[in-house]
């Protein structure tokens, strides 16, 4: 990884992109059954040194900003918590497999809930067509809130991401999803401190989420269906 990749944020303002870092658009694929399963390249954005990403989700060049934070008086305060991701994450255990997982992180992104999700597989992980379903799952999670851990190992599975930023285009739900930063890019906060750099992380384009700088899903999820949803899903 470039030691000049790195993301900006400005204070009430977009993100501030320096070092060359790769931009792309991908859109998200789902199975005949409606579940989430990939994701694939939609577009490469010309190579620039430097770039600045819409944060609050009003631009009208989007994705990159043109000022509109500064006509709509754009919170962009930053709320998310600064303890390491394994400090903040809760632990399952199956017979071969270990998952951590910080839900803080979720984007709704849904590719954990395939096959019954994640935690069911994780129970069933001596199976080795559920150990390999979860597998999938885990290491597509764009905002890196689940992390699959090999017990015999004690390896995670991690992709080998070239550093880069993803546009995600959400086609099931009709709008579009978070920024995803890959490749353990650094991200500088507004006030200078850094945060943990991760392999995978999604960061907040629509200015709603409430654990910025990351995406919370308030791109097409409100409070209740936030809700609605983990309890659906065993969440809580």
């Not at 204070?11 to 870092?21: D, E, I, T, W």
């Not at 001596?126 to 597998?135: C, G, L, Q, Y």
């Not at 409070?223 to 065993?234: C, H, I, P, S, T």
């Amino acid at each position: 990884m470039s030691s000049e990749m790195r993301i900006k944020i400005i204070k009430n303002g977009p993100y501030l992109v320096s070092g060359g870092v790769p931009l792309y658009q991908q859109v998200i694929i789902t199975d005949d059954a409606g579940h989430t399963r990939e994701l694939v390249d939609e577009k490469e954005y010309p190579k620039q040194e430097t770039y600045t990403l819409c944060r609050c989700g009003e631009s009208k060049n989007k994705p990159y900003c043109d000022g509109t934070h500064n006509d709509i008086d754009f919170d962009g305060t930053e709320t998310a918590s600064r303890k390491p991701y394994i400090d903040k994450a809760e632990v399952f255990e199956g017979p071969e497999l270990k998952l951590t997982d910080a839900y803080e992180f979720c984007d709704h992104s849904r590719f954990c809930l395939r096959s019954g999700g994640i935690r069911k597989l994780i129970k069933e992980s001596d199976n080795p067509e559920a150990r390999k379903t979860a597998i999938e799952e885990a290491m597509i999670c764009p905002s890196g809130r689940l992390v699959l851990w090999d017990k015999k190992t004690g390896e995670a599975f991690e992709k080998e991401f070239e550093p880069s930023i993803v546009l995600v285009h959400d086609e099931q739900k009709k709008c579009q999803g978070p920024i995803w930063v890959r490749g353990k890019i650094t991200i500088e906060s507004s006030d200078g401190s850094e945060y943990e750099a991760r392999n995978r992380v999604t960061l907040c384009r629509c200015g709603k989420s409430e654990n910025k700088p990351y995406c919370d899903g308030s791109h097409w999820m409100n409070a209740e269906q936030k809700l609605k949803f983990r309890k659906k899903w065993g969440l809580d």
